[in-house]
């Protein structure tokens, strides 16, 4: 399911945070992004998803993560050889409904 699709208003956010941060890579890359799964963890403040297969441990030397200063609750990257491969998101319940109804 693409995120454009599913989460059209955190797409467009997400867009425009990584462009303010000079990451226009990936920035290029959300209209394609595609939400694999979402955060299993159960805390009710996470709405965080996965956009390439979890890593069994740690992502490896190619990863690297950074947090794109969101107004609203906490938007924190994982990034993996140059692909957006997880998109940590916490303190957002307006994402977390849709994302829960979207992957139950």
């Known amino acids: 399911m693409l995120l454009i699709e599913t989460l059209p208003e955190l797409a467009r956010e997400l867009e425009r945070l990584l462009k303010n941060h000079g990451e226009l ?3 290029a890359q959300v ?11 159960g805390d009710g403040f996470c709405s965080s998803f996965y956009t390439q297969s979890k890593p069994q441990g740690a992502y490896g030397p190619d990863h690297r993560s950074f947090d794109l200063d969101a107004a609203e609750g906490m938007v924190i990257l994982d990034v993996v050889s140059g692909l957006i491969a997880h998109v940590e ?4 319940d307006d994402v977390r409904t849709l994302l829960v109804a979207a992957l139950p």
């Open 31 to 41: 209209p394609t992004l595609e939400i694999v799964e979402r955060c299993r963890c």
């Open 25 to 27: 890579d990936l920035a």
């Open 89 to 92: 998101i916490l303190n957002r």
